[in-house]
DNA sequence: TAGATTGTTAATCGATTAACAATC
DNA sequence: TAGATTGTTAATCGATTAACAATC
């Protein structure tokens, strides 16, 4: 069975063979996929197995093909299509982060308890009443959730959220959101990771801590 | 030797404790804390062991105390300094993030290569130029620093600022920061976390994907 | 063929979990 | 004392790494 890391991982390939193929590059070997990811050659070829995907022994993984066969992995046929709950400043530098970025993950609505921030179309997704959120988030099928709220607000509104039919979420408020085991959940704490970044730099040198860990595992 | 892992819990269990101490408990059993940060009580004894704070059987772990030793456990007693390089949507949204929530960790100074968006002061913290990223790092002592410039600019951005004396690095650029092992690189990916999100939330709820991944390991 | 890389299995490593004596 | 919790060791689990035959 494929590792839950190698999802992560398989994302992250996909964008540098996107980039590769820009530069026209027909093949690459898994130890230079290794290089650029920061992973291990090891681990590119474990992962690349998981999506059903082979290469040859002579030239190594044919670009093009082999982002097709992650993309077939990863994404749904028909798209995935998410909500933004919070649109306060990292809310709304969120949106526009993705904006027109990822084709097949559609950020369909956004949400805010503020008047002031209602009303309006953000980075072109249009931000409603919070009081809409169920009814929105069922019309317009979202499975996904971005939770930019405060953290007192956080669990409420995860709990609206999957209330309405969402299966996977992506918090970035400051607390653990607790949801069945059926739900995923990426906590994404900012104040945590520059927590732990503060204490591992001043640890002495001799700390072997080349753990690189990415966000939300 | 205390696990990678226990220091993003610790930073986790201090939130949590600070709330607590507003509402006047005085007093934590390890299970209470195991429900209120997502962890289980095992972990949470073993961190806050690994703090070096003894807790008692009869009534548990002291608030107030317990706060404190975490406090000599994670932060350095003069305060880490930082600095955020990119102040675009995502880094002035850090910066008003973080303006007086921790008083441990400073973001000192905040650069961008756009003369628009320097010369300003953005939620307290002054932009500078880039170039003056290293005279201005150093001048300040910061050990931390915050990456939030487009992919392409990343690596070389980490590049000048471990030069200039950074040991800690988190950043939020969407490609692997390639650093020496002395430093400690937080990679936050947030496209990487929702394409992660959709993948489990279509798989048939077989998954015991209960995996509650946090940010940046 | 020779050499490098792929696919796959076995060994290692680290963290989590389970178990349990010691403590209040 | 009885009961629940803490501190600590042993067992489990999962992912990574190492090893190697198969392939081009």
Redesign the interface.
């Known amino acids: 069975m494929i590792s ?1 890391r190698s ?2 991982r398989l ?2 390939y996909r ?1 540098i063979l996107s980039a590769l193929l820009g530069s026209g590059s027909g093949y690459v070997y898994s130890h230079q996929l290794a290089e650029m ?2 992973c291990t050659a090891a681990q590119v070829r474990r992962d690349l197995m998981g999506v059903g995907y082979s290469g040859s022994p002579a030239r190594g993984y044919a670009v093009a093909d082999l982002i097709e066969s992650i993309d077939n992995f ?3 046929p028909e798209g ?1 299509r ?1 909500v933004l709950v919070g649109v ?3 809310g ?3 949106l ?3 904006q027109g ?2 084709p ?2 559609n950020i369909v609505a956004a949400f805010d308890k503020n008047p002031q921030r209602t009303g309006r179309v953000i980075c072109g997704v249009r931000s409603h009443p919070v009081e809409e959120l169920e009814t929105v988030a069922e019309k317009e099928g979202a ?2 959730a ?1 939770i930019t709220v405060p953290a007192d607000e956080a669990q409420r509104t995860a709990e609206r959220l999957i209330e309405a039919g ?5 918090n970035f408020a ?1 607390v ?3 949801a069945p ?22 640890q002495p ?1 001799a ?11």
Chains 1, 2 share one sequence.
Do not use: W
């Open positions: 839950t999802i992560g994302s992250l964008r990811s920061g990863l994404d749904s995935s998410a306060g400043n990292l709304r530098a969120i526009c982060y993705f970025r990822r097949k993950l499975t996904l971005i969402v299966r996977g979420i992506v400051p653990r959101i607790q085991p059926r739900i995923h959940v990426e906590d994404i704490d900012i104040t945590m990771s520059l927590e732990k970044a503060a204490f591992f730099a001043r040198d700390e072997t801590e080349t753990a690189q860990k990415e966000s939300a595992t």
